[in-house]
Structures are given as structure tokens and as C-alpha cells.
């Protein structure tokens, strides 16, 4: 079975920490996503990776970075960790060609106190 | 401007009532790719779906189907005789063949809700 992990289900932290969501793909796909999922608005686009160390902002990436130091990793980092970063957010992987299909992790729920 | 839209935010219906979601998408590619997704209470997304622009066929698979219609722009699916465990949110996404990200565009969702 094709596996998207990632490192938590829920995670609850204090205003201005630094947090770090980690993604593991094993399926060995070119390009790895994150989004933010919120009521009423839909899955929006953080940063992506088209390969190694190769990052591009997505829709909403104020507030947030991240690192692909390894193809099968892509880790989402808030520097600071703000209450209206409270959210769900979903890792994705997808092979490099348009007509594929993404996969996605379980999603991490965090909230920011 | 929003490439995916689908305007019911949420449908209940009782179980064994057939319903209909409906997307819209807007694209200048010629080349593009639409899905649909489903993501249950667990919260991950789960595949259905693939259509590229140039095969129009519908598809029929088991109580789900889909009609894709260029000349609308859009892409609805189908559950017939509906069940408890189709409740769920589904999205519909587009990819474009020019896009060297290989993006999704999400729409925003509908939440589907099964009554017993």
C-alpha cells in the first residue's frame, strides 16, 4: 500500500513556538505538498517541493516554511507559531505528470494556544 | 479567481435518495485533468476519481458515477441509492498540463450528510 505518514494526529502548542510537521512519502514521488484545510474555505496551498531542496510558495505561505532535505520527507515549520494558524493541515505527494493523482496523509489537526 | 467551484457547501439527504454534487471548473488549458476526492470523518482524503479533458465518456462505478461536460465546464458526480457511509466531505480538484508545479486546485467542498 502506498503510504503518506504523518508525524501526529492532533498537536497542541503555545503562541510564538516553533513547530515543525514532518511527511513521509514511500512511494518515491517527485513533488510533495502542504495545505491548510479551514471550514468554508477548502484545501489551500501552502508550499510545494518539485524535488530535493526545491521549494515554491503555494497561495498562503506567509507565516510558514519548509524543508525537503531528502526526496521522502517534506517538513512543514512555523517560525512562530500564530492562534490563526490553527488549523488542519494535509501533506500530499504525487508522482511528477499531471494526470496522477495525489496521495495524502492523515492530517495533522493543531491547535495553537 | 477560484478555477474550481462547488457551490453546495452542504446536502443532507435520507439514505437511499440518490444526490448529485456538482463542480465547475474554469481553465485556458487544453490539456488539464479533474478528480474528485472524498474525505471522511478520519480526515484523509481518499482518490475516486480521474478524468482527462479529452475523454468525455462517463463513468459508472458501482453506486458512484460521473459526468464530465466540456461544453459546461464540469465535472458532477453521482451517488445513487445513498448509504450511511457515503457521509463525507468531497472535493473536486483540477491539474493543468502547463503547470511545471503539478498543482491540485481544490474547490472548497461539499459535505455530504446520509440521514438513516
Known amino acids: 500500500d502506498v503510504k503518506v505518514t504523518q508525524s501526529s494526529r492532533y498537536l497542541v502548542k503555545r503562541t510564538g513556538e516553533k513547530v515543525f510537521l514532518e511527511c513521509v512519502q514511500d512511494?518515491?514521488?517527485?513533488?510533495m505538498f502542504w495545505y491548510r484545510q479551514d471550514p468554508g474555505l477548502g484545501l489551500r496551498l501552502i508550499y510545494f517541493?518539485?524535488?530535493?531542496?526545491?521549494?515554491e510558495k503555494g497561495d498562503i505561505p506567509e507565516g510558514y516554511s519548509v524543508s525537503r532535505e531528502k526526496k521522502e520527507r517534506f517538513s512543514l515549520i512555523l517560525e512562530s507559531a500564530s492562534t490563526n494558524q490553527t488549523s488542519m493541515y494535509l501533506c500530499?505527494?504525487?508522482?511528477?505528470?499531471?494526470?496522477?493523482?495525489?496521495?495524502f496523509g492523515q492530517g495533522t489537526r493543531l491547535t495553537v494556544v | 479567481a477560484q478555477k474550481v467551484t462547488q457551490a453546495q457547501t452542504e446536502i443532507s439527504v435520507v439514505e437511499k435518495e440518490d444526490v448529485t454534487l456538482d463542480c465547475v471548473y474554469e481553465?485556458?488549458?487544453?490539456?488539464?485533468?479533474l478528480f474528485w476526492y472524498k474525505q471522511p470523518p478520519s480526515g484523509e482524503l481518499v482518490f475516486l476519481i480521474r478524468r482527462n479533458s479529452f475523454d468525455e465518456q462517463n463513468e459508472i462505478s458501482g453506486r458512484y458515477s460521473w459526468n464530465f461536460q466540456k461544453s459546461t465546464s464540469s465535472f458532477n458526480f453521482t451517488i445513487t441509492a445513498s448509504q450511511v457511509v457515503d457521509s463525507a466531505v468531497y472535493f473536486c480538484?483540477?491539474?493543468?498540463?502547463?503547470?511545471?508545479?503539478?498543482?491540485?486546485?481544490f474547490g472548497t467542498g461539499t459535505s455530504l450528510t446520509v440521514i438513516p
Open positions: 481553465t485556458r488549458d487544453t490539456t488539464y485533468y
Open positions: 517541493s518539485y524535488d530535493v531542496k526545491m521549494k
Open positions: 500530499a505527494s504525487r508522482l511528477d505528470r499531471g494526470n496522477t493523482e495525489a496521495f
Open positions: 512511494m518515491d514521488h517527485e513533488n
Open positions: 480538484a483540477l491539474s493543468e498540463a502547463r503547470d511545471t508545479g503539478n498543482q491540485f486546485y
